[in-house]
Each structure stands twice: as structure tokens, then as C-alpha cells.
């Protein structure tokens, strides 16, 4: 996996800190060619799911097969569900330069930066972990011990970041955003992801 | 030299690529609290520039001084002219939080990159040799023989972007500017320039 004219990003943070709403809003204002991959999970769809948008909703058979056949980039078992994502989905995006968008957690992240380097990792920190306590607590979807286990599991997230690149604070939204299309920008700028062709100086030097 | 709230930003790039306009409009913009290093040269005063606002115009003796006393952050002798950056100006601005811009050679930057490696090293590219040329030879400053060593130079000088984070292509001015100002927003958000008071964040979470 290497050489393709889009870019990987791998978009983590703990649970709560907002890491959809950004990705969200990155996809809509259709800046710097993204678009989102759509993971593959054994986790049961909510109401407001359409399968093959949110995920690649599976039976837990259907997921090992795929471990099984090498199809994903990346997977993770998160609480008591898989989730993964389709190898073959993102290197078709990247071929034709499209930068392919993955929310995933920690576990996964590292697992797609053993495969491929040239990711740009991002990790969305909360501006203070209260606040990530009271979105986590205000979703109200979870039971008691599934909110103790987010939580949890959000305090060990934060302590993975020395492996991401770049940790952007969402204390708003918009200017979260905005730095991540900074962050684009200037990753596209970055000279090891440049193909220079000297040759084509050296004849315009000495015509 | 480390661990300074301000970023120090390297710009280089062949002469007539348009480097100092770049920097010009980067300084007006007042945007990422940048500042313009003032270097130090022994190279004849024009008549539109300012003593200590473009350049700290000394004599050969006076520089030699100042290289004894390890007084330059890099120096360099370019055509028949010395070149420096005064130690001293940096570090003060760094430590106050301002970002500062050097806009100096390859020669130069690599031993800034040899002393500190966290700054930023960014290449400014024509985006074909010709357009260098006649700017170089529009430019009508120089003799026939300093314009040879400058297109000469040049086309060496391309040759060392691979010792740069970033390639900026200076198709429009205001395009390449947008690009630094982006790369500068970026790098405020690496990792390595963070850093993070888990403390705060446990007392949080066990609260």
C-alpha cells in the first residue's frame, strides 16, 4: 500500500469528544477532495442507521469471514461488538486521489499506521475530560455500565496520543474543522509526498 | 535551543522565485503572529533598503567579529557577500511566542536544521525554470556573470528541497501565502510541539 495520490486520515479521540459532527461537517463543506469510509460492524443498527451509509452492518459470522479472507485495513473488537474497515473500498478512493476519512479508534489507528505510514493521524482531544463526562452522560443511549466503560475507555484513548501527528482541540466545532482543512493543505504540501522531475528543469535550464 | 512558545519557520528557495514577496505578504497579513528575521550582511546597500529594517549592513571586520563570537544562528557566503542570522534577535522572539520567519539559502538553513531541528523548513518552487530565468534576467540589478551564478545556483538549490518538510509552489502569491499560513496552523497542531497535563485530566475524571 503505497504511492496512491490521495491520502489516508485516521480521525480518533475518545468517545463523546465530537469526532462524527466534525467528520460530518468536513464532508459537507466538500473541501480538499474528502470523503468518509464506510466501516463494516457487528453492532446493532439504530433507528436512525441506513446500512451501507452508517456501516456495513454484519453477523458476527459474516465479520470473522472477512478477518478470515484478509479484507479489512484495520479491525477492533470495541465493547462487545466488531468493527472494521474494507481494505478494497479505500484503495479504489485512493487510487483516483480521493483522501479517504477513517473514524476509528485507537486500537484500529495503529493498525492502519503499521500498514501505512504515509496516514495522517489526527486525534480530537476534548478541551477539558468534564465535558466529555457530560456529553457522554447527556446521549443517554447506554446503559449505566456501557457509560462507565466509555468512560474509562475515553481516559485510556487520551493517553495514545503521542502516536497520532497532529491533536486538535475541539472546544468548537467550526474551528476544529477549519484546522483539519489547514491540516490537509499542508499535508499536500509536505515534500515526501512530492514527485519532482528534475529532468524537466534540467532541459529548461540549458535551452 | 529548545522548547520555545514561538515556531521558527525557514523559507528558502532559488533567487526569483519570489521569496521575499511571499514573506512580505505573509508579515502584512498579521496572521500565526509572525515576524521577519533581520539578517546580518556585508553586501552593498541599495538605495530602497533600511539599515536594520532589511538588513543589518556591516563590514567584512564587523561580521568576522561577530562569527568569533558565535553570535550568528547560521551564516554564509553567497556569490562574493557574507550572510547571517544574529542569534540573539531569534531566541528573544521565540521565547516571547512569536513565530519568526527566516527567508535564507540552503546553505543556511541546513545549519539551522542542524541546531534545531524543530523548526520549519519550507521550499518555495517555481513552477517551471523558465519562469525563473526571466525573472532573474527582468530583475536588470546585476552583471552578466552574477546572473549566470544565480541561474546556476538555482538550479542547484532545487536539488536540495529533499531536506525541507514543505514544498509551496509559487504559482500565485496569494495561493502560496494561503499554503504557509495553512502549513503554519498545522504544525501549531503536531503533537510534538503539545503539551498535555494529564494530571488535570485524571483529577477530572476521578472527580
Redesign the interface.
Known amino acids: 500500500m503505497d504511492g496512491y495520490k490521495g491520502m489516508l486520515i485516521v480521525i480518533s479521540g475518545p468517545s463523546g469528544v465530537g469526532k462524527s459532527t466534525i467528520c460530518k461537517s468536513l464532508i459537507e463543506k466538500k473541501l480538499n477532495n474528502v470523503e468518509l469510509s464506510v466501516s463494516a460492524t457487528t453492532r446493532k443498527q439504530r433507528i436512525s442507521e441506513v446500512d451501507g451509509i452508517s456501516y456495513y452492518f454484519k453477523s458476527e459470522h459474516e465479520f470473522q469471514e472477512m478477518i478470515y479472507r484478509n479484507e479489512f485495513l484495520e479491525y477492533a473488537k470495541v465493547y462487545d461488538n466488531y468493527y472494521g474497515t474494507p481494505k478494497q473500498h479505500v484503495i479504489d478512493k485512493l487510487v483516483k486521489g480521493i483522501n479517504v476519512i477513517l473514524e476509528i479508534d485507537t486500537h484500529g489507528a495503529m493498525q492502519v499506521k503499521s500498514n501505512y505510514e504515509k496516514g495522517v493521524f489526527i ?1 480530537i ?1 476534548p478541551p ?3 465535558i466529555l ?1 457530560t456529553r457522554i452522560l447527556k446521549r443517554g443511549t447506554e446503559s449505566k455500565g456501557d457509560i462507565k466503560k466509555r ?1 474509562e475507555s475515553a ?1 485510556g484513548e ?2 495514545e ?2 502516536n ?5 482541540v475541539n472546544d468548537d466545532v467550526d474551528k476544529a474543522v ?2 483539519i ?3 490537509l ?3 499536500s ?3 515526501n509526498r ?1 514527485k ?1 522531475d ?1 529532468t ?3 532541459e ?2 540549458y ?1
Open positions: 486525534f482531544m477539558c475530560f468534564n463526562k468512560l481516559f487520551i493517553h496520543i503521542i497520532y501527528d497532529y491533536i486538535v477549519d484546522k482543512v489547514c491540516i493543505n499542508a499535508e504540501c509536505r515534500t512530492y519532482i528534475f524537466e528543469f534540467k529548461e535550464f535551452d
